[in-house]
């Protein structure tokens, strides 16, 4: 389990989803593809808090906590560490699924897409079908405006260009030294 995360979800532990993982793999490999790949199109933002109190405001908003982020692949170096799903009745036709992956105790990136609702279409859901991952993102984005939940870009491009401008102005500064107007 991720150092960052002290639980998935305080009524499920961890070891519970080491239990029934296997199983759940086995049926939805039957089924469709379990794998799914986080994409930056799915990326909402970075929040500044501990993953508990983003759980917490989502659960107050009627978001139901998921046991399958195990199969959410973030594009760069962390684990899913929280999947949630809100869906207007339980058997409506489609969810929005939101995915917590912690960088940090306090950083965390949000992805979201919509996506057939596993309850009422399973295979459709395990093919992964028709998956919405721009409206995904505005619906969190919107979401997260509405909570006022402070929410900035740092996807990995961000990241990149911003260490890469960092390392130019460093190398400058080095070259041409700080009172340098030669």
Partial sequence: MPETVQSFEPDVPYHLRQLVGPWLTRIAQALGEPEYQLLRAGYVGTVDCPIDNLAEELRADGFSWGPVSWYHRPPVGTDPNGSWTFRPSLFADRQLHVILAARSPECIDVFAHWEYNWLRHPVKHARQLRIDRETGAATMT???????????????PHRKVRQAVRRVVAGLATRFGPGDTS
């Fill in 142 to 156: 919107e979401w997260l405006a509405d909570q006022d939940i402070a929410f900035e870009d740092r996807s990995r």
